[in-house]
């Protein structure tokens, strides 16, 4: 690996408004160190609770019923979350704050109507009055059009084809399953299989949902889109007649080879994908085929399921997946930047858990990048088809500045690290960015697929996965003037949007994107006073609240004028304080401020609460509150405050990175 000398430091001498806090700002990194480290599991890792919306509590009432278990305790408690998620207009919403959504609100109905809420009581038709002014089952997207026509809701006839014999074609087929995001296609494969089959499942008249349906709406100019989505239309139109079909040759072969793919995917897997969704489509859809030696599969899949539950005495909440190497490796990260020492046996017994949850196997992504050696790491415990780029970059970042006093794991570490890094290298697509599970997932024309109104049908490259790679090699050791790195800046150059600010793809939003940017570049080289730096830092300072920090809801992904603006939290504070030190701003007025909301919200324990959500995971559709972001990013950002106060540069890349980890041991200093 080749090496560069540190950076220049953009301050030459410590910035006065942060040396005038340091002794505050000192004390409160060492609380939150503190207690971040209380946090640690016995066997080396972190993970911290991941929420999500009401669809997963509504969805999982519909698979118990579904299973004959509605009558469970548990169960009666994922009805009361549902109830106290119910939001002032009647419905429910994608997130806290948020407008009422369409499907979560016919889905939430549906559930407590099943649990047997009375249709006449006030809660219950505040939320059919809801439903019924933002369209009723009708404006539905496609995969609850089918969640409901499983329970007789809406007819099976007006669903979307999804087409098993997607699995017979080609791989030079443009519509081939492999074309899809690998979480679409861990969703479509099974769903192609309810489709084909169309099981029922009974419903009493009483909890039937007939009085959701709107008015029918008159079409409104330009409604029916393009060319491409009318082609799609017509080619849905046609797939659906061939359903009708009294003779299709091909049926029982694709429903078999999708039966297959389900089942291999579930091998080293904690669930099918290891995610919600795919778990309860699988249940669906093998309880469907009636195979007597898929019971034992199903089994381990209700199993799974279960194992999302967080109960307590009222209410029950689903979690959408585990996160454990993601908060692992931020948290690692964490700890070294507010001075835990690279060589201490706590960071030493993460780096050993995450090199166990290594990816050793090809997966999906060897199709599209047949090159690549197995590497990389998953989001989750055990998920070995799915590694992604996000989620290996973190952890190299973080295990490359790590120096274990024990030469076996150090080498384990390196060999680790190196096949992390070239897989890293090989998932590079053709644009220079990278995207988060698939090389080159870059159709746009499947999004206008009439079963692909879920919003992420495809993996384009992202700026925000793009940054967080090109900053794991620049700490591995790598250096900007190499293809990939290179290649990798120039993408988020271009990427960069009028106004300053870059659009961040798996955190909300344009604070996160922005953030990101600005460290790559920053450890890419570029100077802090270039004009496009100096446009970032600008946007940055000019979306600042009244009350020093910074906020962004997801609102800001389907409406413009919401970008940058929302109430302050302290995940996107540490965001924005990260962002304008990157950019050369920590002396100024907005990063005082920044520092002083932080300092303000800490709580007693050291750490911080948000009550806005700031993870992403499918924009305008599904959003994410991962419960420890308000402690990592806060503790990193008052961290890099400290060095920045002592004379340091936080943004210089160690002389021995890259190197260092391969001959074990490692200096003391903090």
Known sequence: MSVDSPMRPALVRPPAVLARSTPPVEAAALHARSYLLGLQNADGHWRAQLEGDSILESEYVLTMYSLGRSSEAKVAKAGETLRRAQTAGGGWSSFPGGDDDVNSTVKAYFALKLLGEPADAPH????????????????????????????GQYPWAR??????????????????????????????????????LR?????PEAAGIGELVAAPQPARAGSLGGPLPRLFR??????????????????????????????????????????????????FALRALGREDDAEVVAAQVKELERLE????????????????????????????????????????????????????????????????????????????????????????????????????????????????????????????????????DREFLTHIPFADHNAMIDPSTVDVTARVVMAMRLAGRSPREPGVARGLAFIRRRQEPDGAWFGRWGCNYIYGTWLALSA??????????????????????????????????????????????????CQTGWA?????????????????????????????????????????????????????????????????????????????????GSAVRSGGGSKAG
């Open 521 to 570: 570049l920053r450890l890419g080289g570029e100077s802090p006073r270039t004009e496009a730096i100096g446009r970032a830092v600008g946007w940055l300072e000019a979306h600042q609240n009244e009350d020093g920090g910074w906020g962004e809801l997801p609102l800001s992904y389907s409406d413009p004028s919401a970008r940058g603006c929302g109430p302050s939290t302290a």
């Open 310 to 441: 967080l109960e307590e005495a009222e209410t029950l909440k689903v979690q959408p997946c585990f996160s454990p190497v993601w908060d692992t490796a931020l948290a690692i990260t964490a700890a070294l930047d507010a001075g835990v020492p690279p060589d201490d046996p706590c960071l030493a017994q993460a780096a050993s858990w995450l090199v166990d949850h290594e990816v050793r196997r090809v997966g999906d992504w060897g199709r599209r990048s047949p090159e690549a050696e197995p590497g990389g790491w998953y989001f989750e415990y055990a998920n070995e088809f799915y590694p992604d780029c996000d989620d290996t970059a973190q952890v190299v970042a973080g295990l490359a500045r790590l120096r274990p006093r024990d030469r076996a794991l150090a080498e384990r570490l390196a060999g680790a690290l190196d096949r992390g890094l070239a897989w890293l290298e090989r998932m590079q697509n053709r644009d220079g960015g990278w995207g988060a599970f698939d090389k080159n997932c």
């Open 124 to 151: 219950m038709r505040a939320a059919a009055r809801a439903a019924r002014t933002l369209g009723g089952p009708e404006a539905c997207n496609s995969f609850t059009k089918i969640y409901l026509a499983i329970f």
């Open 234 to 283: 017509g080619v849905d139109r046609v797939l659906r007649l061939y359903e009708k079909a009294p003779l299709r040759p091909l049926r029982r072969r694709a429903v078999e080879r999708a039966r297959r793919w389900t089942l291999e995917h579930l091998e080293q897997s904690q669930g099918l994908g290891a995610i919600f969704p795919p778990i309860v489509n699988s249940l």
């Open 159 to 196: 669903c979307p084809a999804v087409p098993p014999e997607l699995l017979l074609l080609p791989s030079w087929v443009p519509f081939n399953v492999y074309e899809m995001s690998s979480w679409s296609r861990a969703i479509v494969v099974p769903l192609s299989i309810i489709r084909a």
């Open 199 to 203: 099981p029922h499942c009974p419903v």
């Open 577 to 657: 304080l990260l962002g304008l030190m990157a950019g050369g701003a920590a002396d100024g007025a907005a990063a005082r401020r920044g520092v002083e909301y932080l300092l303000r919200q800490q709580e007693e324990n050291g750490g911080w609460r948000d009550q806005h959500w700031t993870g992403t995971g499918f924009p305008e559709v599904f959003y994410l509150h991962y419960h420890l972001y308000a402690t990592y990013f806060p503790l990193m950002a008052l961290a890099a405050c400290r060095r920045l106060a002592a004379g340091e540069d936080p943004f210089a890349i160690p002389a021995a990175s």
